[in-house]
């Protein structure tokens, strides 16, 4: 059997500070008695510091095979993750967030699961942690991990809540289900909803494979680095809404899928509205839509749309 041929995706926009220990905790997963090998997929979104300089000293002083994709101009994590994944030559993905950690078995790990499983793809929960970059680096996930599979992908994505963007692939399976929605400036859950609906079999590591790092604060307070593109949580709530929307427009979904999703578009917008001041007319629309989504949804479509549309400090995709 080959060698299993593993591309490592990496969207980056301003995180010099950050690569280094990222780059380390990835490039440390090859040994000399791996059972993979590895490419990695730098994808630049013009950033403004020195991100590209600071990854090209970085694979000088560790040799890998590696593709640096420069843009001039920022179009968002969606689109630079398709370009990333166009580019990327291994028959599976990996793909990570430039500014967090891998625990140091973390490839070997998800491929021995994904292949003993017969998955097409296999998530890794996230967590924040106050660890440093070399103790999260340092972490490992046990040899016998507890794994949740399933022959109905999209039912454990919304079950378990996954979302990217800790996911092993097979790089046909991703590109069958048509990358990221770039119409969506954040990809996170429009990937990880998009491959379920076009895989056959996926499964979740119930373990840390990703550590996002944070100070003692955030970790308390449960809040994100302004690094982070989470933090804008006005954002959050537009790209979910928009994600929802464009996929309920798929003809694939069964109706309890629809039901199941047209009851989390509304969520968005009740969230948003909470977090702008409160309604109490749209928390009386979001209490119906747990029992009638499809009615809530027929009713109040064009009124969502127009307030995601019109709410302020939020990136949308031309």
Request: proline residues 6%; neutral net charge; glycine residues 4%.
């Amino acid at each position: 059997m080959p060698i299993p041929h593993i591309s490592v995706i990496l969207p980056i926009y301003n995180k010099e500070t950050y690569l280094p220990a990222t780059l380390a905790s990835l490039h440390s997963q090859q040994g000399s008695d791996r059972d993979f090998a590895l490419e990695f997929v730098l994808v630049d979104d013009a950033s403004t510091d020195d991100s590209v300089a600071v990854a090209e000293a970085f694979f000088c002083d560790h040799p890998a095979t590696v593709q640096i994709l420069r843009n001039e101009k920022n179009a968002g994590p969606s689109v630079r993750l398709n370009q990333g994944l166009r580019a990327a030559t291994g028959s599976l993905v990996f793909i990570f967030d430039a500014d967090d950690i891998a625990p140091r078995n973390v490839l070997s790990t998800l491929l021995r699961e994904m292949q003993s499983r017969s998955l097409d793809y296999i998530y890794g929960r996230s967590q924040k942690t106050n660890l440093s970059a070399a103790e999260a680096m340092a972490q490992a996930l046990p040899d016998t991990p507890k794994v949740d599979a399933s022959d109905d992908p999209l039912g454990l994505t919304l079950a378990r809540g996954i979302v990217l963007p800790i996911v092993l692939a097979r790089h046909e399976v991703v590109i069958g289900a048509g990358g990221c929605d770039d119409r969506v400036f954040v990809q996170d859950e429009s990937l990880a909803l998009r491959l379920a609906l076009f895989a056959r079999r996926a499964g979740l590591v119930e373990h840390p494979c990703r550590y996002v790092l944070v100070t003692p604060e955030e970790a308390a307070s449960g809040t994100s680095s302004a690094a982070h593109v989470s933090a804008n949580v006005a954002q959050a709530h537009h790209d979910q809404y928009l994600t929802y929307k464009h996929l309920l427009d798929d003809p694939r979904l069964t109706s309890d899928q629809r039901v199941a999703l047209t009851r989390k578009a509304v969520s968005p917008w009740w969230k948003s509205v909470r977090k702008q001041g409160g309604s109490p007319a749209v928390l009386g629309w979001y209490l119906l839509s747990r029992a009638f989504p499809l009615y809530v949804l027929a009713r109040q479509r064009e009124r969502i749309h127009a307030y995601f549309a019109a709410l302020p400090n939020v990136r949308r995709i031309a």
